[in-house]
């Protein structure tokens, strides 16, 4: 059974390849911005509308993941990548680009929990170690795509690039066709699109813990979504040539990707002789964030930004990881894609909201660093509303389930939560962003 689960998760790997695509993609497209507006603000929107693109498939998304089997979802949201890779190819201007952007995070948006959800479930109690090695894979695949989409676009291989990227897209569309995801969500009991789309909210807000999950999350992405959003107006202010504030743009992208992987690397081997150390995630992402954030204050050149996108990857790893690793330990397995895209529209419609009103502010005060430390201040509570989450963690590893592939293994979400003794008939679990 271990040998079996482990073939199936090294073969499950090759889902991360979606990442290099999309990244591509950003790349060509926010370089073009970079072109035709030096200031940096289109290029910053084209974050804002990868956020919104996955906000609203939020909307309806946790009725498409009832309606459809994790492979169909796998299979055709990959295609649907690749395509619109190629389609980039042709399509030119500002506004062509912003709308590629928001489709294929729009995409991304359904593929994201339905990979999350497979892999947490065929993981079981081994979810910790397992998460990190895959993300770990994920990041690595982040660091190299935007380089090797850099050197290409630079040497006037645009339309090449994007034709990588549909094939990393196609790639990751091969597990789905050899892996049967070991759980499969639940029958829709109703037919009503409303009552099916609000499944993950509802169990979002009856959970208290999953509750508190989404309020760090929500602080957390006031610096990880404020870094991206400010780093092309940083390059902007700093007065670099078009050439040197793309460079600047690609190694500053791959140095987050970069630090995530190194934190990654060690994450995966401490967790995997110490799973209790997960409960200093939150507030490694933290104190990361807000390191970074004090090094973009003084940045005058080039090479400190690009080391402050390096520490920013650290703390990034550790958010991420922490809402992969504690969601599940309060969330029935069948609810978890549904959790995971709830709280995504949440968090992504908050942060597409605080990303336009970040690009404001700076407009006025011409200080995003500055503007953007002064914010990271609200996200100090952030660890501390993980506690109860990570309390059902430590519960899960003292008493993990008989069988990782039991679809009826016992949960803590009942027992994380002290004033809702009753759990919800729609349970959840969420993904970190």
Not at 52 to 64: D, K, P, Q
Not at 285 to 312: H, K, N, S, T, W
Not at 350 to 355: D, I, R
Request: aromatic residues 6%.
């Amino acid at each position: 059974m271990a040998r079996c689960v482990r073939s199936r998760e090294n073969w499950f790997l090759l889902t991360a390849f979606s990442v290099g695509g999309t990244e591509i993609l950003t790349l060509a497209v926010m370089m073009e911005q970079l072109k035709l507006d030096n200031s940096g603000v289109m290029s910053a929107m084209v974050y804002i509308c990868s956020l919104i693109g996955v906000a609203l498939m939020g909307l309806f998304g946790s009725t498409l993941l009832r309606a459809l089997t994790g492979r169909s979802i796998g299979i055709g949201s990959g295609m649907g990548c690749a395509a619109l890779c190629i389609i980039a190819i042709n399509a030119g201007g500002i506004w062509a680009g912003l709308l590629l952007t928001g489709l294929i995070s729009f995409l991304g948006a359904l593929s994201s929990p339905n990979i999350t959800s497979t892999l947490s479930q065929l993981l079981g109690a081994d979810r910790a170690r397992g998460m990190a090695r895959y993300q770990s894979f994920s990041v690595a695949i982040a660091v190299g795509s935007p380089m090797i989409g850099a050197v290409m676009i630079s040497l006037g291989l645009t339309s090449w690039a994007l034709v990588l990227a549909s094939v990393m897209h196609l790639v990751a569309v091969a597990p789905w066709l050899r892996i049967t995801p070991p759980l499969h969500l639940q029958k829709a009991e109703s037919t009503s699109f409303w009552r099916n789309a609000s499944i993950g909210y509802q169990c979002i807000f009856s959970i208290r813990a999953l509750a508190l999950m989404t309020a760090s999350r929500l602080l957390n992405n006031v610096l990880y979504v404020g870094l991206p959003v400010c780093l092309p107006l940083i390059i902007g202010a700093m007065r670099l040539t078009a050439t040197e504030a793309a460079w600047t743009q690609a190694s500053g992208i791959s140095a987050l990707r970069l630090g995530a992987l190194c934190s990654g690397i060690v994450l995966a081997l401490a967790l995997s002789k110490k799973a209790v150390l997960a409960r200093f995630l939150p507030m490694q992402a933290v104190a990361c964030g807000l390191v970074a954030v004090a090094m973009l204050c003084v940045a005058r050149d080039p090479m400190i930004v690009i080391a402050a996108c390096g520490a920013a990857g650290l703390g990034q790893f550790a958010f991420r990881l922490s809402g992969t690793t504690f969601g599940p330990a309060v969330t029935p397995p069948h609810q978890l894609a549904h959790v995971i895209l709830a709280g995504d529209t949440i968090v992504r419609f908050f942060s597409a909201a605080y990303g336009t009103t970040l690009v404001s502010i700076v407009a006025v005060t011409g200080q995003p660093a500055l503007t953007l430390l002064c914010m990271g201040i609200l996200t100090l509570p952030a660890p501390w509303l993980m506690r109860p989450a990570i309390r059902a963690y430590n519960q899960t590893m003292e008493n993990p389930p008989i069988s990782p592939d039991d679809p009826a293994r016992p949960t803590l979400a009942a027992r994380s939560d002290h004033s809702h003794p009753q759990r919800s008939k729609h349970s959840h679990d969420q993904r970190d962003a």
